[in-house]
């Protein structure tokens, strides 16, 4: 037997799949309905990865996913142990609100390390962070478009680039790597301080779940797939075997015909020889993440979809009023390729209309 890697998960038993629900610690969480964690506790030795879904509760494929890889995971193939918590910001995916908690009205995703003291958000990231990650030896934080979002699968992790330390470039190293082998088809290396978050109001100071965990030494991941309120099979499939790809380049699983077992768990239809993520997808490494606002509040007619490539200077959507007058034309600052988008028409002064992933282009001078 070993001790829980996991303390308040408590003892685990190797080979076997445990259920547990957890009160996190912090005076705001008191009253939470508890969380369900499962903990895939492999028959051998190994590392512990730490995977949750639900910084943002409308994200239903990542929830999804993490469902299923408690569900079909067999312990007693795996070395190493899986933690898994399919939804962290509960009050959010219980009244379906998007970007934030309900509670504060914060973004968790830019408040993370959190504080101990500070308000609900703030509580709950400091109780991922404290209570999970800094005990695992990884950590992927599955997310996708959010209700009124559609974006193109992609992982983004910490870049080592302006990173003076060389533990802290270690970890970012390593989070690139892990990164690259979840097989999705980009892959965005930022650099500290992170953009803006997608929600209305920004924490002062603060960071997403990723570049927190290699704060604390953790090299972790956020993976993105799936949006617009719906349960996409495919951003499902895209994230469970990305996972799974992790475990792989982890050293948690040996058997390469492990994924055959998970993915699309719903259908009886006869299985067709199909791709496999890993082989499949030529990842795309990016290095500057350009957000877009718009000034107006109206209605909103994006000009390109997810995915698609953008040109500098192009008009790629425009912002009407309600008499159909137009009030804004919205210009791609980048040469790139839109990563997330808004695909709700309603937005608000200063809202959120898209992201686009580009090449950094490095100019003559140092
Ligand atoms: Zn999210």
Redesign the pocket.
């Known amino acids: 037997m070993h001790p829980s890697n996991i303390p308040i998960l408590g003892e685990l038993t190797p080979g076997t799949t445990q259920r547990h629900l957890i009160k996190l610690p912090g005076a705001a969480l008191a009253n939470d309905e508890p969380r369900p964690v499962i903990s895939v506790a492999g028959a051998k030795p190994g590392p512990v990865l730490f995977v949750n879904a639900g ?2 509760g409308g ?1 239903y494929p ?1 929830v999804e996913a993490v469902i299923r890889l408690g569900k079909t995971l067999d312990p007693k193939k795996i070395s190493g142990t899986l933690i898994l918590m399919p939804v962290l910001n509960l009050p959010a995916f219980r009244t379906r609100t998007p970007f934030v908690c309900p509670i504060d009205n914060v973004n968790p ?1 830019r408040v993370f390390p959190g504080d101990p003291r500070g308000s609900y958000s703030e509580q709950m990231t400091h109780a991922c962070i404290n209570e999970f990650v800094v005990h695992a030896d990884a950590y992927v934080d599955l ?2 478009g ?1 209700i009124p979002e559609a974006l193109v699968p992609f992982v983004i992790c910490r870049s080592e680039a302006g990173l003076a330390d060389s533990k802290a470039r270690d970890v970012a190293a390593r989070s690139k790597a892990i990164a690259m082998a979840f097989g999705l088809p980009y892959v965005l290396t930022v650099s500290k301080p992170v953009q803006p978050s ?1 929600g209305h109001r920004a924490g002062a100071g603060g960071l997403s779940s990723y570049a927190a965990a290699a704060d604390k030494g953790t090299p972790a991941i956020l993976a ?1 797939a799936g949006g617009g309120g719906q349960m996409q099979e495919e951003a499902v499939s895209l994230l469970v075997n990305g996972v799974v790809n992790v475990m792989r380049h982890l050293g948690m699983i040996e058997d390469a015909k492990f994924e055959s077992h998970i993915g699309n768990t719903e259908t009886n239809s006869k299985p067709k020889p199909k791709k496999t993520v890993r082989s499949a997808v030529a990842t795309t490494v990016l290095t500057k993440f350009e957000w877009l606002y718009t000034k107006s509040t109206g209605v909103w007619y994006p000009k390109v979809a997810e995915g698609e490539a953008v040109r500098e200077g192009e008009q790629i959507g425009t912002v009407g009023d309600l008499f159909g007058d137009t009030l804004e034309e919205i210009v791609s600052p980048v040469n790139g390729v839109v990563l997330f988008l808004t695909i709700s028409p309603s937005v608000l002064e200063n809202g959120l209309l898209m992201g686009i992933g580009a090449k950094e282009v490095i100019s003559g001078k140092r």
């Open positions: 910084v943002h994200e990542a995703n997310h996708g959010d997608k993105e």
